[in-house]
């Protein structure tokens, strides 16, 4: 159901959302695994809800949790997306260990067909510094699939639904058509992880 690329530490950070990807990981992990929660604060109203449902968790299940908040104001030429997703970045740069984030296969072809339009295809980096994303290979759909098999609980952020985002307005409106066009690409992406884990653990 999840399928991981490379080896675990015995403890390991967990970059968590409170969503269902990333809490099916925890919970995946957590079983065999000394966890540490590690949550960014968007200041966003939901931020505050989702950090106050994971700090719940995390005290309910003797996790570890470490918490980050935005540091600076967002610039007129950065979008709320890359603002969001620099200043999350710099947060888990600055910890002095591996930081597993919960990105899988969907987001993955998301990308593609993203960076596809402005020239070039790019997959998700299996490592970006100290941040790792083993979980490229598992669908969405399977960690769904874990939180409810489990009773695994998560909170859903109302903004996923905002296509005013361009990730939100890819995943929304755009999936459905490239899916009628090429109902395989989850395949074809999953090779091009395949082949990109292979390259960079090999070198």
Request: aromatic residues 12%; hydrophobic residues 35%; glycine residues 4%.
């Amino acid at each position: 159901m999840i399928k991981a690329q490379g080896k675990f530490h015995s403890s390991v950070y967990v970059a968590c959302s409170g969503g269902v990807d990333s809490m099916a990981v925890v919970d995946f992990l957590k079983a065999h695994r000394d966890v540490t929660v590690v949550y960014f604060d968007h200041d966003t109203p939901h931020s505050a809800r989702a950090g106050e449902f994971v700090g719940q968790y995390c005290e309910e299940h003797k996790l570890g949790m470490l918490f980050g908040r935005l540091t600076r104001q967002k610039n007129r030429k950065e979008s709320q997306e890359e603002f969001w997703r620099k200043e999350r970045y710099r947060f888990f740069h600055s910890l002095n260990a591996e930081v597993i984030t919960c990105h899988h296969l969907d987001d993955c072809v998301e990308t593609w067909v993203w960076s596809s339009m402005h020239g070039t295809g790019k997959i998700i980096p299996y490592r970006n510094e100290n941040v790792v994303r083993p979980f490229r290979l598992t669908r969405k759909r399977d960690f769904q699939l874990w939180c409810d098999l489990k009773n695994v609980p998560y909170i859903e952020d109302d903004s996923n639904a905002d296509t005013c985002y361009t990730r939100n307005y890819i995943r929304h409106e755009m999936m459905p058509h490239v899916l009628r066009v090429n109902p395989g690409i989850h395949k074809t992406i999953a090779k091009k992880v395949r082949d990109d884990y292979t390259t960079r653990t090999t070198v």
